[in-house]
């Protein structure tokens, strides 16, 4: 029963959460200016046409009116037009997916190895130059916004260098259906930098939760045990440290490969 009403707390916070964010998304959108405006011509409109198409667009009613309309189509599936673009929203959001999901993808491979592996490195040498070195690194990714890492990457590997383009995907290639940037080389490399740009912070914050649990973990007592069974350090790194701190990196790398989809709009 606990474990039951535990799933039903946390599936009504979660329910009150999709609300929350449905109202704060629609007064946005709706305070923004007028969303007929970007369906008629504002030059050759009269009016009429204007009237119309607030009627056509059910921005007549009032505000709370709109909202509940609005709930009641997406629970239906429903989930509208693009004022910007005409086309049904949900298939526009699904059309773009794939770039999103190939370059979290592709960031998330190249965090997790490389943050789990310099944490267990840096907790294996508490205190030495490398760990102190990795702790202020890691502090200076976690405090760089994401835009301004992005621009620089930009400067820096496309404008100053010339190595990578600074924008776009390259050569795509189709796959189930869609376009795919990582099946092509040059695909691949127009991903180099937003994937760093996404990486970068999440090495840090991984590399981070990974050494705090290899020094909590280098000081018990098994460990002592397999270090004086001659077990050689490499071994009890990895067979002993790294399964026991798995739970919280695996945790964090889910996370955060969430967050990625969810943002990586900005990068």
Same mark, same amino acid.
């Given at each position: 029963?606990?474990?039951?009403?535990?799933?039903?707390?946390?599936?009504?916070?979660?329910?009150?959460?999709?609300?929350?964010?449905?109202?704060?998304?629609? #007064?946005?959108?709706?305070?923004?200016?007028?969303?007929?405006?970007?369906?008629?011509?504002?030059?050759?409109?009269?009016?009429?046409?204007?009237?119309?198409?607030?009627?056509?667009?059910?921005?007549?009613?009032?505000?709370?009116?709109?909202?509940?309309?609005?709930?009641?189509?997406?629970?239906?599936?429903?989930?509208?037009?693009?004022?910007?673009? *005409?086309?049904?929203?949900?298939?526009?959001?699904?059309?773009?997916?794939?770039?999103?999901?190939?370059?979290? $993808?592709?960031?998330?491979?190249?965090?997790?190895?490389?943050?789990?592996?310099?944490?267990?490195?840096?907790?294996?040498?508490?205190?030495?130059?490398?760990?102190?070195?990795?702790?202020?690194?890691?502090?200076?990714?976690?405090?760089?916004?994401?835009?301004?890492?992005?621009?620089?990457?930009?400067?820096?590997?496309?404008?100053?260098?010339?190595?990578?383009?600074?924008?776009?995907?390259?050569?795509?290639?189709?796959?189930?259906?869609?376009?795919?940037?990582?099946?092509?080389?040059?695909?691949?490399?127009?991903?180099?930098?937003?994937?760093?740009?996404?990486? #970068?912070?999440?090495?840090?914050? #991984?590399?981070?939760?990974?050494?705090?649990?290899?020094?909590?973990?280098?000081?018990?007592?098994?460990?002592?045990?397999?270090?004086?069974?001659?077990? $050689? $350090?490499?071994?009890?790194?990895?067979? *002993?440290?790294?399964?026991?701190?798995?739970?919280? #990196?695996?945790?964090?790398?889910?996370?955060?490969?969430?967050?990625?989809?969810?943002?990586?709009?900005?990068?």
């Amino acid at each position: 029963m606990g474990m039951i009403s535990v799933a039903l707390g946390r599936l009504g916070q979660a329910f009150l959460l999709l609300i929350a964010m449905s109202l704060i998304g629609f #007064i946005g959108v709706h305070s923004v200016g007028n969303p007929v405006f970007n369906v008629v011509n504002i030059e050759t409109a009269t009016p009429e046409d204007i009237r119309q198409a607030t009627i056509a667009l059910g921005l007549d009613q009032p505000i709370w009116r709109q909202y509940l309309l609005f709930i009641n189509n997406v629970v239906r599936g429903n989930f509208g037009t693009s004022y910007i673009y *005409h086309l049904p929203a949900f298939e526009l959001v699904m059309s773009k997916l794939p770039a999103t999901l190939e370059l979290a $993808s592709i960031a998330m491979l190249i965090a997790a190895p490389l943050g789990t592996g310099l944490g267990l490195l840096a907790g294996r040498r508490s205190g030495t130059l490398f760990d102190r070195s990795m702790v202020k690194a890691s502090v200076s990714a976690l405090s760089i916004p994401s835009f301004w890492l992005a621009m620089m990457l930009i400067l820096v590997g496309a404008i100053l260098t010339g190595w990578f383009p600074s924008g776009g995907r390259g050569l795509t290639a189709s796959f189930l259906g869609q376009e795919w940037s990582f099946l092509t080389g040059n695909g691949l490399w127009h991903m180099v930098l937003p994937a760093l740009a996404l990486a #970068i912070p999440n090495i840090a914050l #991984i590399a981070r939760l990974s050494r705090s649990g290899t020094i909590e973990v280098e000081n018990l007592d098994f460990t002592r045990f397999c270090r004086a069974k001659g077990l $050689s $350090s490499r071994r009890i790194l990895l067979r *002993h440290t790294l399964p026991n701190i798995s739970v919280p #990196i695996v945790t964090i790398i889910g996370l955060q490969f969430g967050g990625m989809l969810a943002f990586a709009v900005v990068v």
